[in-house]
C-alpha cells in the first residue's frame, strides 16, 4: 500500500504570497490531519479533515485554511505568508479518528524570505 | 498547547543500552500513542496503548501507562544507532493528536 505523499516537499516563498500545499493520504483512508512542526513551538495541530468535513481547527489565524476533495486528497493554503510560518507542514492520515494510529507524510518544508 | 511533557530533553546512550523517555500529560485520555521521528521528517507510528492497558510491548519497544499519574514511559531495549531520532508521545482530542515537546535520542555506536 501506498503511503502518504506530499507535495511539494520543499518551498520558499517571499513574505506577502500564498502557498498551496497538497497531500495525498493512504488509499481507504478518510481522514487527514495537518501539522505544523518548528523548532520554537514544536507539533502544532491544523485541521483535521474527515469525508470532506473539516470537525476540528486549531488556534490559527485566518490565513491558514484547508479543504478536502471527494477523493480524501487535501490541501491547506496559507495566504499573505510571514516569516514565521516557515515550518514543516506535516500531513497525516488514518482510517477514523485521532484515536487511531496515524499515518504520516514525509512534510513540506516551507521557507518564508 | 501541549499535552504532553517529556524528559529528558535529550538522551545519549551506548549502542546496545536501553533507552527510556517519559511522558506526562495533563487531562483523561482515550489512548496514548508514541512516534518517532528522524531528522526533520515524517513521524512513524510506534506503539498506541489504551487509557485501560497497563503495560503494552512491540518489538523491543515497551511502554507503560499510569493513569492515576498520567504518565507514561517507553523503553527501548538494546538500542541500536538506527533508534537515533526524536520520540514524541502524543494523545488523543476531539480529532487531533496533542503532542509532547519531544526526547532527542542520540545512539553512539
Known amino acids: 500500500k501506498a503511503g502518504v505523499t506530499q507535495t511539494p516537499r520543499y518551498l520558499i516563498k517571499t513574505r506577502g504570497q500564498q502557498v498551496t500545499l497538497s497531500c495525498s493520504p493512504i488509499?481507504?483512508?478518510?481522514?487527514v490531519s495537518w501539522y505544523q512542526q518548528t523548532p520554537g513551538q514544536g507539533l502544532q495541530f491544523l485541521f483535521e479533515?474527515?469525508?470532506?468535513?473539516?470537525?476540528n481547527k486549531g488556534n490559527f489565524p485566518g490565513r491558514f485554511s484547508g479543504r478536502q476533495f471527494s477523493n480524501s486528497r487535501s490541501e491547506m493554503n496559507v495566504s499573505t505568508l510571514e516569516l514565521g510560518d516557515s515550518a514543516l507542514y506535516l500531513c497525516?492520515?488514518?482510517?477514523?479518528?485521532?484515536?487511531?494510529?496515524?499515518?504520516f507524510g514525509p512534510g513540506t518544508r516551507l521557507t518564508v524570505t | 498547547s501541549q499535552q504532553g511533557e517529556e524528559d529528558p530533553q535529550a538522551l545519549s546512550i551506548q549502542e546496545g543500552e536501553n533507552a527510556t523517555m517519559n511522558c506526562s500529560y495533563k487531562?483523561?485520555?482515550?489512548?496514548l500513542q508514541w512516534y518517532r521521528q528522524n531528522s526533520g521528517r515524517g513521524l512513524v507510528h510506534l506503539i498506541l496503548?489504551?487509557?485501560?492497558?497497563r503495560e503494552k510491548h512491540s518489538g523491543r519497544l515497551r511502554v507503560t501507562l499510569d493513569t492515576s499519574k498520567k504518565s507514561s514511559s517507553l523503553l527501548i531495549t538494546a538500542s541500536r544507532a538506527a533508534d537515533t531520532a526524536s520520540y514524541f508521545c502524543?494523545?488523543?482530542?476531539?480529532?487531533?493528536?496533542?503532542f509532547g515537546s519531544g526526547t532527542r535520542l542520540l545512539v553512539r555506536p
Open positions: 497525516a492520515s488514518s482510517r477514523g479518528d485521532s484515536s487511531y494510529e496515524q499515518y
Open positions: 488509499s481507504g483512508h478518510r481522514s
Open positions: 479533515y474527515f469525508s470532506e468535513t473539516q470537525r
Open positions: 487531562t483523561s485520555i482515550n489512548n
Open positions: 496503548i489504551r487509557s485501560n492497558e
Open positions: 502524543a494523545t488523543d482530542s476531539s480529532y487531533k493528536l496533542i
